[in-house]
């Protein structure tokens, strides 16, 4: 059984954690900030909640720029997350591949389509 | 030893179909394996969550569908479907950022003991139970 600790353990390119970890916290805080923000907004709206109310929180520069950061912080997150399961779950190396593929065209076409809704804005 | 006291159960490479319908997980388990499944079900669904963004947002028209979805139904998915589907993602994201919350408050400042593991898991479960019901009975429009 070779050593997977330490100095001596067999380096796989799995990162080895500390990169992933920290980036998936720091990018939940901001997730975590954004919901805060959005959610005082929601409350100190005045009225029903229409069309031009919600488009008008989006329509914010400042808002447009945390929902932009969230977008992305989110595919990172949800990249650390599930590249985290598949490597719990998966043992054969060909099909994690697939799955991470998968993960990664999912993420990155979702990302996309959410920036260009709210680049339109 | 004696014979009152039953042998433990050791679980090793525990079997999805044999072991897991006996295994009883404590509470701090419940809450890091549904922030597992929270997460993976937010990232299948994530199609759908900005669909709602997108159909809210891009214009009058298309927020007059995204209403409609909730009241109507939308397509071949019945109202009722849509918004059970919603109720599913609003307990995901509670569970998940409370749970979330649990572990940046464990990871900064905090030792980690069983009781605070316990503690912290029964509040993690109560907030996310507690909003997901408040929510929801105001999503089907019970208030």
């Known amino acids: 059984m070779s050593v997977n600790y330490g100095s001596k353990r067999v380096v796989v390119g799995a990162h080895y954690g500390l990169k992933d970890w920290l980036a998936q916290r720091v990018t939940a805080a901001l997730m975590a900030l954004f919901t805060l923000v959005l959610l005082l907004q929601i409350i100190f709206t005045s009225g029903d909640m229409g069309y031009d109310k919600w488009a008008s929180i989006f329509n914010a520069e400042w808002m447009k720029t945390l929902t932009f950061t969230v977008i992305l912080s989110l595919a990172y997150h949800a990249w650390v997350g599930m590249r985290d399961i598949w490597m719990d779950y998966i043992k054969p190396v060909g099909i994690r591949l697939l799955l991470q593929i998968f993960t990664l065209v999912w993420l990155v076409g979702c990302a996309g389509w959410a920036i260009q809704v709210l680049w339109r804005l | 030893m004696t014979e009152i006291h039953k042998k433990r159960p050791e679980f090793r490479n525990i079997n999805a179909f044999k072991d897991l319908t006996t295994y009883r997980l404590p509470l701090a388990g419940w809450v890091s394996i549904l922030h597992r499944a929270s997460g993976a079900m937010m990232f299948l669904l994530l199609p759908f969550i900005i669909w709602l963004f997108d159909t809210s947002l891009s214009s009058e028209i298309s927020f007059t569908r995204f209403s409609s979805a909730f009241i109507v139904g939308i397509g071949f998915c019945p109202a009722w479907f849509v918004k059970l589907v919603v109720l599913a993602l609003i307990w995901a994201y509670l569970h998940h950022l409370s749970a979330g919350v649990r572990h940046l408050y464990m990871d900064t400042h905090h030792a980690v ?31």
């Open chain 2, 113 to 143: 003991s069983k009781e605070f593991g316990k503690s912290s898991a029964i509040v993690t479960l109560a907030i996310s139970w507690i909003l997901t019901i408040g929510l929801g009975a105001k999503l089907f429009g019970l208030y």
